[in-house]
């Protein structure tokens, strides 16, 4: 029987790490949980069309550090950074209970195309508008191969193409080796909403292998 595991799950303190980086006793670990779950809905929801891959919450006793990493860091900063400065006194004055300091790092994604979590975003719009979810398939495993990965994999499931009995499509090309701890397999799972119903999506994108952790070089 296969033993389904979350790619970046499986390979934590090997070649990744975790999206909140903070250590709490127990009876505080449940507040700054659900403070990093408010300050993650809310920024993804402001900045869908900034193309955001990746929010990493770190924790110090009294700072609270936020770091996007956008496709299009223009739509977060703002003109002279005051978007950026409205959303940090946004956070520390309305869903950070705690009494923390925030501050607020923007980062670019070199290349959109080899995110999953942007790539899936994009897949989401086209299917939102009514464009036929193989074509969609198609269009997206060929830009994330153009953009130089070694593999990918998209999954769709749900009312595909408004039909009466829900299914579930998978298109692949490349190679996936998702039980090689080396390998830097980014994946993301999402949602699109339809007149349908919600169409599901996974994507899944090979780079390459990694030797260390990716988090480390990044800094």
Same mark, same amino acid.
């Given at each position: 029987m /296969?033993? !389904?595991v979350h790619p970046r799950a499986h390979r934590l303190q090997v070649t990744d790490s975790w999206d909140s980086r903070? #250590?709490?006793s127990a009876h505080t670990f449940q507040k700054k949980l659900e403070e990093d779950t408010i300050v993650r809905t809310h920024l993804n929801k402001k900045f869908k069309e900034a193309g955001v891959d990746r929010i990493i919450i770190e924790r110090t006793p009294r700072e609270l550090v936020v770091t996007m990493r956008v496709a299009k860091p223009g739509l977060v900063i /703002?003109? /002279?950074g005051q978007g950026a400065e409205e959303v940090r006194k946004f956070i520390e004055r309305r869903l950070v209970k705690t009494g923390a300091k925030v501050r607020l790092n923007v980062q670019e994604v070199k290349n959109s195309s080899l995110s999953s979590a942007i790539v899936l975003a994009q897949a989401a719009t086209d299917i939102e508008k009514r464009i036929a979810f193989r074509r969609v398939m198609k269009q997206t495993m060929a830009k994330v191969m153009k953009a130089g990965a070694q593999g990918? !994999? $998209?999954?769709m499931s749900g009312r595909l193409n408004g039909s009466e009995i829900a299914r579930r499509e998978k298109? %692949?090309?490349g190679k996936l080796p998702l039980q090689t701890f080396r390998s830097d397999v980014d994946y993301a799972q /999402? #949602? %699109?909403r339809t007149i349908f119903g919600? $169409?599901? $999506?996974k994507v899944w994108i090979y780079r390459g292998e990694v030797f260390g952790r !990716?988090?480390?070089e990044e800094v």
């Amino acid at each position: 029987m /296969g033993h !389904k595991v979350h790619p970046r799950a499986h390979r934590l303190q090997v070649t990744d790490s975790w999206d909140s980086r903070w #250590f709490s006793s127990a009876h505080t670990f449940q507040k700054k949980l659900e403070e990093d779950t408010i300050v993650r809905t809310h920024l993804n929801k402001k900045f869908k069309e900034a193309g955001v891959d990746r929010i990493i919450i770190e924790r110090t006793p009294r700072e609270l550090v936020v770091t996007m990493r956008v496709a299009k860091p223009g739509l977060v900063i /703002g003109r /002279g950074g005051q978007g950026a400065e409205e959303v940090r006194k946004f956070i520390e004055r309305r869903l950070v209970k705690t009494g923390a300091k925030v501050r607020l790092n923007v980062q670019e994604v070199k290349n959109s195309s080899l995110s999953s979590a942007i790539v899936l975003a994009q897949a989401a719009t086209d299917i939102e508008k009514r464009i036929a979810f193989r074509r969609v398939m198609k269009q997206t495993m060929a830009k994330v191969m153009k953009a130089g990965a070694q593999g990918v !994999k $998209i999954v769709m499931s749900g009312r595909l193409n408004g039909s009466e009995i829900a299914r579930r499509e998978k298109m %692949a090309q490349g190679k996936l080796p998702l039980q090689t701890f080396r390998s830097d397999v980014d994946y993301a799972q /999402g #949602f %699109a909403r339809t007149i349908f119903g919600c $169409i599901g $999506i996974k994507v899944w994108i090979y780079r390459g292998e990694v030797f260390g952790r !990716k988090d480390l070089e990044e800094v």
